[in-house]
């Protein structure tokens, strides 16, 4: 007998164990997931990465228990390799086993060791029931995810119910999205119903309707492929660490200079005069093809990740179709995070101001307007990378404040339209405060424009720029400014505590 057979029923034995774990919950269990309109574990993964770069690791774990309901390994995404953990519904409920949780620690082990993003997709019930078993040390593997934060890129998918320990991954990652059939809790409807006699299904728990308003999930889309597409899209933006510089696409004429006399349609001279800073977006950056980052939390500010002249960067945009432009709570809030994550991946960041400052009112001082706003004022002047900032009409008080909007605050650039109006309120705020009449309400607004030559006088901006100029003017300045990258990139040091 030749050293090939005798290794037949060892590899058969390997390959039977192999297809049980491959086969997860079973036909039947597998049919019920795939008729909700569902991808199953393995065929997130399979569609998340780049073909046949999926190398999965802990598949026998759990024994007869499939994978023990978390499979997990390395792919590739755009080439770039990252760590990648699913949770298998179909398996107990996508429960965290002992084996299982051991295999999230590795994982978050293994992207910050590799220094490579870690993505979780995530649906499952939380901690399994013990039954005996010894489960270690269980917060383990947030603790290596915590560990990851701000050193490699960390996102997460909630793809079904995401309840207890599990649902945790979700708000301590960089970027977390929902699919529309996605919800997340503390606990699920039954544990609600016996801890507080509330019954409630968990869709209003913890669905779209719930998890966006709060904040506690950034963006949502309608299949699980749509929200696999859009983590590839996500990370597409970023570095694979903040060991490197996040990558550049090539240049070609779309990403090159063109004035943008678009602008002087879309923004009205008059203050009163709203628009819509999403058109302003599509005009400013390479093709319309940003990327907003929590559209529907604090949306009287703007987050996206965009292109300009090819180079990845994140925008910070007052957006005045919202409160006028005032920057509440929530705006603030996501300002400061986003702020946070482009700083630790070396984005450059460009501020667009339009706001006439921070919203004021009793509801907004109980919902902590200051708090928030020095918590994104404070993101803001801590960042280390490139920034750059445009007065497009007005930026007033505070508010002017946490748009980077202060000289010397090491800016790679600062711009304003002719025009453009600052100070410590607007004119038409000053004059209902006075009781000014009509004479000296007009005077002030005159007094008003000449503002921003005023502030050009004394260096208040590098320059006064006509909106046609807009485009070219931060291509240039992004240019130069990324000319500063010539050590090698090391993560971002903190030293501000963040209010």
């Given amino acids: 007998?030749?050293?090939?057979?005798?290794?037949?029923?060892?590899?058969?034995?390997?390959?039977?164990?192999?297809?049980?774990?491959?086969?997860?919950?079973?036909?039947?269990?597998?049919?019920?997931?795939?008729?909700?309109?569902?991808?199953?574990?393995?065929?997130?993964?399979?569609?998340?990465?780049?073909?046949?770069?999926?190398?999965?690791?802990?598949?026998l774990v759990g024994g007869e228990i499939a994978a023990d309901g978390l499979v997990a390994g390395a792919g590739r995404i755009d080439g770039t390799p990252v760590m990648v953990g699913a949770e298998d519904f179909t398996t107990l409920a996508g429960s965290i086993g002992p084996g299982g949780n051991a295999k999230r620690y590795r994982l978050a082990e293994l992207a910050l060791r590799n220094k490579i993003p870690l993505v979780m997709l995530l649906e499952g019930a939380g901690f399994r029931a013990a039954g005996g078993e010894h489960y270690g040390r269980t917060p383990t593997d947030l603790i290596a995810q915590a560990r990851c934060s701000g050193?490699?890129?960390?996102?997460?998918?909630?793809?079904?119910?995401?309840?207890?320990?599990?649902?945790?991954?979700?708000?301590?990652?960089?970027?977390?999205?929902?699919?529309?059939?996605?919800?997340?809790?503390?606990?699920?409807?039954?544990?609600?119903?016996?801890?507080?006699?509330?019954?409630?299904?968990?869709?209003?728990?913890?669905?779209?309707?719930?998890?966006?308003?709060?904040?506690?999930?950034?963006?949502?889309?309608?299949?699980?492929?749509a929200v696999l597409d859009d983590i590839r899209r996500y990370l597409s933006y970023f570095p694979s660490s903040a060991w490197s510089y996040p990558p550049t696409r090539m240049?070609?004429?779309?990403?090159?200079?063109?004035?943008?006399?678009?602008?002087?349609?879309?923004?009205?001279?008059?203050?009163?005069?709203?628009?819509?800073?999403?058109?302003?977006?599509?005009?400013?950056?390479?093709?319309?093809?940003?990327?907003?980052?929590?559209?529907?939390?604090?949306?009287?500010?703007?987050?996206?990740?965009?292109?300009?002249?090819g180079y990845p960067v994140a925008v910070v945009a007052n957006q005045p179709t919202e409160l006028a432009g005032s920057i509440d709570s929530d705006a603030a809030d996501k300002a400061a995070h986003f702020i946070m994550v482009a700083d630790s991946f070396h984005v450059p960041i460009v501020f667009l101001a339009d706001n006439p400052g921070m919203l004021p009112g009793s509801q907004s001082e109980r919902n902590g307007v200051l708090r928030s706003g020095a918590r994104m004022f404070a993101a803001q002047t801590a960042a280390t990378t490139l920034k750059l900032h445009v007065t497009l009409r007005k930026a007033f008080g505070f508010g002017?404040?946490?748009?980077?909007?202060?000289?010397?605050?090491?800016?790679?650039?600062?711009?304003?339209?002719?025009?453009?109006?600052?100070?410590?309120?607007?004119?038409?705020?000053?004059?209902?405060?006075?009781?000014?009449?009509?004479?000296?309400?007009?005077?002030?607004?005159?007094?008003?424009?000449?503002?921003?030559?005023?502030?050009?006088?004394?260096?208040?901006?590098d320059e006064l720029i006509s909106p046609e100029e807009t485009r070219n003017s931060l291509i240039l300045a992004l240019q130069r400014g990324i000319f500063s990258r010539q050590e090698v990139a090391e993560p971002v040091s903190r030293t501000v505590i963040t209010p």
């Fill in 1 to 59: 007998m030749s050293n090939a057979q005798d290794w037949q029923d060892t590899l058969h034995d390997l390959s039977r164990r192999r297809q049980h774990a491959h086969s997860m919950g079973g036909e039947e269990r597998l049919a019920k997931h795939h008729g909700k309109g569902k991808l199953d574990a393995r065929a997130r993964i399979d569609h998340l990465l780049d073909p046949g770069t999926f190398q999965e690791f802990g598949t």
């Fill in 400 to 461: 002017s404040m946490v748009m980077s909007l202060l000289g010397f605050d090491n800016q790679v650039a600062t711009f304003a339209y002719p025009g453009a109006t600052m100070g410590a309120m607007s004119a038409a705020a000053l004059s209902r405060a006075s009781h000014a009449d009509e004479d000296v309400t007009e005077t002030l607004k005159s007094m008003e424009l000449e503002a921003s030559y005023r502030s050009a006088g004394s260096l208040g901006f």
């Fill in 151 to 225: 050193k490699v890129p960390t996102i997460s998918a909630v793809l079904g119910p995401s309840a207890g320990h599990g649902a945790l991954v979700a708000p301590v990652c960089d970027f977390s999205i929902m699919s529309d059939q996605g919800a997340i809790f503390t606990a699920g409807p039954p544990v609600v119903k016996e801890a507080t006699g509330e019954d409630i299904s968990k869709e209003e728990l913890g669905g779209p309707t719930v998890a966006l308003p709060s904040g506690v999930i950034h963006n949502v889309a309608d299949s699980d492929e």
């Fill in 251 to 309: 240049y070609d004429e779309e990403a090159g200079l063109r004035s943008t006399p678009e602008l002087l349609d879309i923004i009205s001279r008059d203050n009163r005069n709203i628009y819509d800073m999403r058109t302003v977006l599509d005009v400013v950056f390479d093709e319309p093809d940003w990327f907003e980052i929590q559209p529907k939390f604090g949306q009287a500010i703007i987050c996206a990740l965009a292109h300009l002249g």
